[in-house]
Nanobody, 124 residues
C-alpha cells in the first residue's frame, strides 16, 4: 500500500522560506514520477512542480519558477520542495503525489497516489 506523508508546512511572513518533505512508503522501487500540488480555498488544485524518477528533470509552474526547487532522495524515499521568497498567493495546502513512470521525463505523468497535505500560510 502506497503512503505519502508530507511535513514542513508552517506559517511564515512574505519573503520567507520553507522546506516541505514527503516520505513515501510502499513504492516498489524508485520508478515513480513525483510532484507537488497545491490548493487554496475556492481554487482548483494546481501543479507546482514535478520531478523525474532519477531527479534529472524538473518542471515548474510559471508562478514558482526561480523561487521553488523540487528534489528527491530515492535512498530515503523522500521528496522535497524548497520554497523561497514566499508570497501571500503561495498560501495553500500542499500535496505530494506519485505516479507510476511510463516512460519519458515525467513532464506529463499522471499521479495516482496522493498525500494528505501540509498547510502553508504566508502573511504579508
Amino acid at each position: 500500500q502506497v503512503q505519502l506523508v508530507e511535513s514542513g508546512g508552517d506559517s511564515v511572513q512574505a519573503g520567507g522560506s520553507l522546506r516541505l518533505s514527503c516520505v513515501a512508503s510502499g513504492l516498489r522501487d524508485s520508478l515513480y514520477c513525483m510532484g507537488w500540488f497545491r490548493q487554496s480555498p475556492g481554487k482548483e488544485r494546481e501543479g507546482v512542480a514535478r520531478i523525474s524518477t532519477g531527479g534529472m528533470f524538473q518542471y515548474y509552474a510559471d508562478s514558482v519558477k526561480g523561487r521553488f526547487a523540487i528534489s528527491r532522495d530515492n535512498n530515503k524515499n523522500t521528496l522535497y520542495l524548497e520554497m523561497n521568497s514566499l508570497k501571500p498567493e503561495d498560501a495553500a495546502m500542499y500535496y505530494c503525489a506519485a505516479g507510476v513512470w511510463s516512460g519519458g521525463s515525467c513532464s506529463s505523468a499522471d499521479f495516482g497516489y496522493w498525500g494528505q497535505g501540509t498547510e502553508v500560510t504566508v502573511s504579508s
